[in-house]
């Protein structure tokens, strides 16, 4: 009994490193990995996984590229509005400008506006005192602000959950790949060797290689923008203060 098993085993040594040889000779003459044809070849489930992962793939740039443009578009307005502010013009041209209905406003000078705005408002009411005026104004400000907070976070959970859940989705293709070719094994009773196995063992990886292929971009681009975000929402916090000092030196001035 001995004897047959090392029997077995010297045969098996002998032949896998002869069919590994030749799998890999193959592999050579066909100048490499056809990822195209790998994938016709893959189970239906793996086709269903990587289509699957592919269209994730596909709305998560479409996010990243039209993020990018909110993001640069937003510091943009940001700095310009923040020269013509405190380049000493009166709050009254700002508004106005603000106001135009052939302009489209955000970001600070959509809190500037709100809240002067309102301000305005109470004040032309009279019947309000300087203290109420500028609890309305920061009232204004402060819907304004979650407002184009939430413009800013806008599709952020989306590519977030593209990039956490992309390598599992792979994964679950890689189990698929698997079980086939273990069942496709069993199928082929004791003729099974390194070149039978291998187109399984490779659609099983390509699942897991597609997942992190849509998962890394996803995640990077959600922490980069998440910190855009944070940097925003620190800058439009910062000018609300100061407007608001700003407004409450003016509602003093009325009294």
């Known amino acids: 009994?001995?004897?047959?098993?090392?029997?077995?085993?010297?045969?098996?040594v002998e032949v896998l490193p002869q069919e590994a040889a030749a799998a890999a000779a193959a592999t050579a003459a066909h100048g490499g990995i056809n990822y195209l044809d790998l994938m016709l070849r893959a189970s239906l489930p793996v086709k269903l996984i990587v289509l699957l992962l592919l269209a994730g793939s596909l709305i998560s740039w479409v996010i990243i590229f039209r993020k990018l443009r909110t993001f640069k578009a937003a510091d943009q307005e940001a700095d310009d509005f923040e020269n013509r502010f405190w380049s000493g013009a009166e709050l009254g041209k700002l508004y106005a400008s603000a106001t135009d209905r052939n302009r489209v406003v955000g970001g600070l000078e959509a809190i500037f506006e709100a809240g002067f705005r309102e301000f305005t408002r109470l004040r032309d009411k009279r019947r309000h005192d300087g203290r109420a005026q500028l609890e309305g104004a920061q009232r204004a400000m402060r819907v304004a602000y979650t407002r184009e907070v939430g413009h800013l976070e806008r599709n952020l959970e989306?590519?977030?959950?593209?990039?956490?859940?992309?390598?599992?989705?792979?994964?679950?293709?890689?189990?698929?790949?698997?079980?086939?070719?273990?069942?496709?094994?069993?199928?082929?009773?004791?003729?099974?060797?390194?070149?039978?196995?291998?187109?399984?063992?490779?659609?099983?990886?390509?699942?897991?290689?597609?997942?992190?292929?849509?998962?890394?971009?996803?995640?990077?681009?959600?922490?980069r923008y998440t910190t855009r975000v944070d940097r925003l929402a620190q800058r439009y916090e910062s000018f609300a203060d100061e407007f608001?000092?700003?407004?409450?030196?003016q509602a003093g001035a009325d009294e």
């Open 1 to 12: 009994m001995t004897g047959s098993i090392l029997a077995l085993v010297a045969t098996a």
């Open 244 to 249: 608001s000092s700003i407004l409450q030196r």
């Open 158 to 223: 989306l590519l977030a959950n593209i990039g956490s859940t992309a390598p599992y989705v792979g994964l679950v293709g890689t189990v698929f790949g698997i079980m086939v070719t273990m069942h496709d094994m069993l199928n082929q009773g004791a003729q099974v060797g390194i070149a039978s196995v291998a187109p399984g063992i490779s659609e099983a990886l390509f699942a897991t290689a597609i997942g992190l292929f849509v998962a890394i971009p996803a995640v990077w681009a959600f922490n």
